[in-house]
């Protein structure tokens, strides 16, 4: 029974952390195959490799066959994978997570249970945003308020930068070509940055749907993350990609937004963002182990009525143990 937790041939010091990979790679018009522990890229020009455990979310375009096998090597990586359309971009599939705890897991459904620390939780994340503005105390309308009111000013601030007429966000689902250029290029960003916050919440264990300010939603919680950096980076550079020229604004973006993030350290940044909003800076769990190797055995245990953890695996109908 034990066996049901266990990964397959990858260890966890043998996965390259989240933080260090390559934060989306983008194929189309190809079929991906598995050779050893790497996925291959075909098509008519020849052959790629791409080492499987460099991925943060590989990006699956129209035209493009993927095996059975590479999806084996990315899950038991950790990679998160999507499909996308050519035009915008849309999160459907995930790998396995990196971690081997639900220290984090738990920490998150604990906040979120809780009205008062999800709040709190919320505040966190409009300080993380608005480093410069003190929100303690603003109820959950003021907050939402403010955000709406910032978000407007770095719309009008970037179109001043750039340039580029700006009468306002306008994005009907599934019309990508219906928005002028600084619309496409705001929904390419947006949809990549939800693929690649989704693909660090996925590495880390936590739940993509207990959300802190959106709900409801089986993503509320990777949206509440990538919108920590949507005034900061997702903005301004589809701003940049619309200013440049209108043709081919989706591919553009993902461009270019993929050159910042990783210029950035973006994904490195995010790690250490969700585990201070998750843990309130704790530099230990309760039960001793350190955050920096959080999840780094894989073992399953069994939690007690006084809320202590002893082994899995064992038979406990005859036991002498005061729980």
């Known amino acids: 029974m034990a066996d049901v937790a266990r990964r397959g041939a990858s260890s966890p010091r043998e996965l390259t952390r989240v933080a260090e ?22 098509d008519a020009e020849g052959t790629t490799h791409i080492p499987s455990a460099t991925i943060g ?21 950790g990679a998160a994978v999507a499909w996308v359309g050519e035009q915008g971009v849309r999160y459907y599939a995930g790998g396995r997570s990196l971690n081997r705890s639900a220290a984090l897991l738990e920490a998150q459904a604990t906040r979120w249970a809780n009205r008062r620390t999800r709040l709190e939780v919320a505040r966190r994340m ?55 250029a ?15 916050a989704h693909a660090v919440v996925a590495a880390l264990g936590c739940s993509p749907g207990l959300g802190f300010v959106h709900s409801g939603h089986e993503l509320s919680f990777v949206l509440d993350v990538a919108d920590l950096y949507k005034t900061e980076i997702g903005i301004p550079v589809a701003f940049d990609v619309a200013a440049d020229s209108i043709e081919d604004v989706g591919s553009r973006t993902r461009r270019a937004l993929r050159d910042r993030i990783n210029k950035a350290g973006l994904l490195d940044r995010c790690v250490q963002d969700i585990k201070d909003l998750l843990l309130a800076g704790q530099t230990q769990m309760e039960n001793g182990e350190d955050l920096e190797v959080l999840g780094g055995q894989d073992r399953v245990m069994l939690r007690t009525d006084r809320d202590m953890s002893v082994p899995a695996g064992r038979n406990y109908a005859e036991a002498e143990v005061s729980w």
Not at 26 to 32: D, F, G, S
Not at 182 to 196: D, E, F, S
Request: with cysteine; glycine share 10%; charged share 25%.
């Open 182 to 196: 600084p619309n496409q290029a705001v929904t390419a960003a947006a949809q990549c940055m939800y693929g690649i």
């Open 21 to 42: 990979r390559i934060s989306f790679i983008y194929l189309e018009r190809c079929t991906v195959h598995r050779e050893d522990n790497a996925i291959t890229a075909e």
């Open 57 to 77: 979310t590989l990006l699956l375009g129209p035209g493009t066959r993927i095996t059975h096998q590479a999806m084996s090597v990315l899950g038991d990586s």
């Open 126 to 180: 409009y300080r993380l945003r608005f480093p410069e503005e003190d929100p303690s105390g603003l109820s959950r309308q003021e907050l939402l308020g403010r955000e709406g009111h910032r978000v407007k000013e770095c719309y009008r601030s970037e179109a001043r930068r750039t340039g580029v007429p700006w009468n306002g966000r306008h994005y009907i689902p599934g019309d990508f070509a219906g928005g002028d």
